[in-house]
């Protein structure tokens, strides 16, 4: 618990100097590292494909798709890009007959465009004007929802909520989830309002709060139904006492995304 707790303790101010201090080149730098990341643990780490040069393809369209994502790229390059990628599996598909599983390929596929794509919401945001408050919002309902349930899990939790996938996790916590980020997100909506002029909407805040919350717990159980079948405990062990970037980062694989959609339709703070 102590070196989970340092751990946090260092690298989340150092997370957010990243995204918010510095300019979008250096989110769009964190993500891609955090991309390839992801693609070592999910086919190398969880065993889908331990293929050599399936890894570094991966690697290399995980790279790619942040490189569009940052530098907003035609919808050309990004086809492009996905083609490029396909062609090389299936040629490495031909090439070994039986060897290279079909499962594998498709690991490849989530792992080098999927992933990339889910997390590279976090450069398409930051690149938007004042895309670091909404960059900021990705986070929070990625760690109060967790936090928010853990909390309300211990004090209330009696009925399982997942107990195959996670046993700890219950209805009673994932009810104090929600209602702690919608709390969290609307007192965030006042602090951008109050300090910072921005009109905001507290009915979309609200509705922001309950997807986002909903999302983050989707991400965490997706994640956590992979590792069962991988029949793993962590995809890594680069940050200790939390795993690796997807064991720290599931939810924001599904928030950050979420966000994006919904800063794009329905805004609840503009200036």
């Known amino acids: 618990m102590k070196t989970r707790i340092l751990v946090a303790a260092i690298g989340l101010p150092l997370l957010l100097l990243i995204v918010l201090v510095l300019p979008p080149v250096g989110t769009a730098i964190l993500v891609a590292a955090m991309s390839i990341l992801a693609a070592y643990e999910l086919l190398i780490g969880a065993g889908f494909c331990k293929h050599p040069r399936i890894l570094v393809y991966a690697c290399l369209a995980a790279f790619a798709v942040c490189l569009w994502s940052w530098l907003e790229l035609s919808r050309a390059i990004g086809m492009i890009t996905v083609l490029l ?8 598909m031909l090439a070994s007959h039986t060897q290279l599983s079909f499962r594998a390929v498709c690991a490849a596929v989530f792992a080098g465009l999927v992933i990339p794509y889910l997390l590279g919401a976090l450069i398409r945001l930051r690149v938007m004007e004042d895309g670091k408050f909404y960059v900021l919002l990705v986070f929070v309902l990625t760690m109060i929802p967790d936090s928010g349930a853990y909390f309300a899990g211990r004090a209330f939790g009696k009925h399982k909520l997942c107990p195959v996938i996670s046993p700890h996790k219950t209805v009673e916590g994932a009810i104090g989830g929600v ?4 709390i969290f997100v609307v007192l965030y909506a006042l602090v951008m309002q109050l300090a910072f002029g921005f009109k905001v909407n507290y009915l979309l805040a609200v509705v922001y709060g309950i997807l986002g919350a909903g999302a983050s717990m989707l991400g965490d159980l997706t ?3 992979i590792k069962r079948q991988a029949q793993i ?5 680069l940050l200790p006492g939390h ?3 997807l064991d720290r980062f599931d939810s924001t694989t599904v928030v950050a995304p979420l966000v994006e959609v919904l800063i794009l339709l329905i805004p609840f703070a503009v200036k």
Not at 85 to 92: N, R, T, V
Not at 233 to 237: A, E, L, P
């Open 233 to 237: 405990k962590d995809y890594g062990n």
């Open 85 to 92: 990628f396909l062609c090389a599996l299936f040629g490495e």
């Open 179 to 182: 209602a702690a980020t919608v």
């Open 223 to 225: 994640f956590s139904v």
């Open 243 to 245: 795993g690796g970037i």
